[in-house]
C-alpha cells in the first residue's frame, strides 16, 4: 500500500487564490520530505526539501515566498502555492527519503490547474 | 544537474524483454542506483535499486557491469502495461536528493 499520502489530487481554482497540498507519511517518520514540480512531458524538477523543525531548504530559482512549505510535523509537509496564477499550473509530487539507502517513497501526485 | 544519462525513448513488443540502459559514469563508491518508472499524472513507482551485485525482484532485474558505470533495467515479459517513462538514478553522497534525468519513455507495442 501507498507510504507516502498526497492530498489533493487535484485542485482547479482561481487566478489569485492560495493553494494548499499535504503530504504525509504512513506508518513512518520523515524529518525530511522532498516537493517536486513536473510540466507536461518533461521530468520531475527539485524544488525544495522540507526539514521538519526547521526551514525548508529551496532549489537554485525556486521562489520562496511563492512556494511556502511547511514541515509541522513528522508525519506532514505541506506547500502552499500562494497568489497562484496560470504559469502556477502544473503537477507537483512530494517524496520522503528511506532510511540509509533504501527508496525514496513517492505521493500520488497533485494536478493543479489555475484559470 | 543529473548524475545519469538515458535514451530518450524505446520500443519494445509484448512479450519480449526490455532492456533499459543508463550511465552513470560519475557514480562513487558508495553511490546507489535507483530505478524508478512513472505513468501518466501518477508518482514515480519504485523498480529496483543496486550497489554493484546484480539484482532482481518481481518486477524486473538490474544488471550492474563491473566498472560501475553504467547499469541495464531488465523488463523480461514486456506487456502493455510497462509503457511508461523510466528513470534511472544516483543519489548524490551525503545526500537524500533525488535529481531526476530525462529518463526513457519506453513504448510496448502490440
Known amino acids: 500500500g501507498a507510504v507516502v499520502s498526497q492530498h489533493p489530487s487535484r485542485v482547479i481554482c482561481k487566478s489569485g487564490t492560495s493553494v494548499k497540498i499535504e503530504c504525509r507519511s504512513l506508518?513512518?517518520?520523515?524529518?525530511?520530505m522532498f516537493w517536486y514540480r513536473q510540466f507536461p512531458k518533461k521530468s520531475l524538477m527539485l524544488m525544495a526539501t522540507?526539514?521538519?523543525?526547521?526551514?525548508?531548504?529551496?532549489e537554485q530559482g525556486v521562489e520562496k515566498d511563492k512556494f511556502l512549505i511547511n514541515h509541522a510535523s513528522l508525519t506532514l509537509s505541506t506547500l502552499t502555492v500562494t497568489s497562484a496564477h496560470p504559469e502556477d499550473s502544473s503537477f507537483y509530487i512530494c517524496?520522503?527519503?528511506?532510511?540509509?539507502?533504501?527508496?525514496?517513497?513517492f505521493g500520488d501526485g497533485t494536478r493543479l490547474s489555475i484559470l | 544537474d543529473a548524475k545519469t544519462t538515458q535514451p530518450p525513448s524505446m520500443d519494445c513488443a509484448e512479450g519480449r524483454a526490455a532492456n533499459l540502459p543508463c550511465n552513470h559514469s560519475t557514480i562513487s563508491g558508495n553511490e546507489y542506483v535507483y530505478w524508478y518508472r512513472q505513468i501518466h499524472s501518477q508518482g514515480p513507482q519504485y523498480i529496483i535499486h543496486g550497489l554493484k551485485n546484480n539484482e532482481t525482484n518481481e518486477m524486473a532485474s538490474l544488471i550492474i557491469t563491473e566498472d560501475r558505470k553504467s547499469s541495464t533495467l531488465i523488463l523480461p515479459h514486456a506487456t502493455l502495461r510497462d509503457t511508461a517513462v523510466y528513470y534511472c538514478?544516483?543519489?548524490?553522497?551525503?545526500?537524500?536528493?533525488?535529481?531526476f534525468g530525462t529518463g526513457t519513455r519506453l513504448k510496448v507495442l502490440a
Open positions: 538514478i544516483v543519489r548524490g553522497s551525503g545526500t537524500y536528493k533525488y535529481i
Open positions: 506508518d513512518f517518520q520523515a524529518t525530511t
Open positions: 517524496s520522503a527519503p528511506g532510511i540509509d539507502n533504501q527508496p525514496q517513497h
Open positions: 522540507s526539514n521538519e523543525g526547521s526551514k525548508a531548504t529551496y
